[in-house]
C-alpha cells in the first residue's frame, strides 16, 4: 500500500474513531433512566370499577385538598376505565425535569407555557393546554398589622424555590420595590409550602406570602394581610395527548370549575 493509502485509511480510521465515541458521548448524556414518582406529598388511590392497568399521574406545584382532588378523579372521571390508579404529585417547580414529561410521562399538569418551555422545548410536542386559569393575587400574612417596619424586625418566611411566583419572586419583588435591603433582613427559606405554613402557625415566622388559594388553611389563626400582587399568572392545565377524547372532556369540564369553587377569599 502506497503512504497516501496509509494516510488516507488512517484518517478515515480515526474520523469513525472519533464518531463513535461522539455518539456514545451523547447517548450517555441523553439516558433516559426510570422515572422516580416519589415527590413529596404525593397522593395514590385507586380507579372505580377499572378495566386496566395504566397510572394517571397529575403533578400541581400548590394544591389545598389534594386528597378529595385525587378521589374526584377515581371515583368518576376516570371510574371504568384503562386507569386503574391515580398519583397526584405535589411538590414545587424547581423538581419538576424534562423526564417527568417524556419517560413514563405525567398525564396532567398544572404549569405555565413559559416554564414548560424552558424545561422541554417541545412540550407541545406531548401535551396541550385544556384549561387556561385567571390571574391570582399574593399577600402577605402577618398575625399583627403589616406596614414597612415590619419587615425590619420580623422573621419572613419565603419559599426555597426560585421558580415559585408567589413564594419567592414576587415578595422579592415587593421588598425592592419598596427600597428594603434583603441581605439585611431576616428571611427564613422553607422547602414547601406547608412546613412554612406550620412554622408560622407555631409563631417561628412572623411574616409569609400566602395565595387566596391557601388562605382557608389558616383555619382559626387570626391574621392581618396587604396586598403582594393581584396579577399573578396562574397558569393552565396541560393534559398528555395519549388520553382520549371523550375522558378528556369530562377533566375539562370539572377543572375549569374547581380551583374557582375551592379558591379562598382574603381579609381585605
Same mark, same amino acid.
Given at each position: ?12 480510521? +480515526? #474520523? ?91 398525564? +396532567? ?40 417596619? #415590619? ?118
Amino acid at each position: 500500500m502506497s503512504k497516501q493509502a496509509q494516510f488516507i485509511a488512517l484518517g478515515l480510521g +480515526l #474520523t469513525l474513531g472519533c464518531s463513535i465515541l461522539f455518539l456514545n458521548l451523547v447517548s450517555s448524556s441523553h439516558h433516559i433512566g426510570t422515572v422516580d414518582f416519589a415527590m413529596p406529598n404525593e397522593q395514590i388511590c385507586d380507579v372505580v370499577d377499572s378495566t386496566g392497568d395504566k397510572v394517571f399521574h397529575i403533578y400541581v406545584p400548590m394544591m389545598s385538598d389534594l386528597d378529595k382532588f385525587n378521589d374526584i378523579f377515581c371515583q368518576s372521571l376516570l371510574a371504568k376505565s384503562h386507569y386503574a390508579q391515580v398519583r397526584s404529585h405535589l411538590t414545587p417547580r424547581s423538581q419538576l425535569k424534562a423526564i417527568h414529561l417524556t419517560s413514563d410521562p405525567l398525564t +396532567l399538569v398544572l404549569s405555565r407555557h413559559y416554564f414548560l418551555q424552558s424545561i422541554l422545548p417541545g412540550y407541545a410536542d406531548f401535551y396541550h393546554e385544556i384549561v387556561e386559569l385567571p390571574k391570582y393575587k399574593v399577600y402577605w400574612v402577618s398575625t399583627s398589622p403589616v406596614n414597612k417596619d #415590619t419587615f425590619t424586625t420580623a422573621k419572613i418566611a419565603l419559599l426555597d424555590d426560585q421558580r415559585s411566583q408567589s413564594g419567592y419572586m414576587a415578595p422579592l419583588k415587593y421588598l425592592n420595590n419598596h427600597s428594603l435591603n434583603i441581605s439585611q433582613l431576616n428571611i427564613q427559606y422553607f422547602k414547601n409550602r406547608d412546613s412554612m405554613l406550620n412554622a408560622f402557625k407555631q409563631h417561628s415566622v412572623d411574616l409569609l406570602p400566602l395565595t387566596s388559594f391557601e388562605l382557608p388553611k389558616l383555619n382559626q389563626t387570626p391574621y392581618e394581610s396587604i396586598l403582594i400582587d393581584d396579577q399573578l399568572e396562574l397558569g393552565s392545565w396541560f393534559l398528555h395527548n395519549s388520553v382520549s377524547d371523550p375522558t378528556a372532556d369530562k377533566i375539562r369540564t370539572f377543572l375549569s370549575s374547581f380551583l374557582r369553587v375551592n379558591s379562598g377569599v382574603p381579609n381585605e
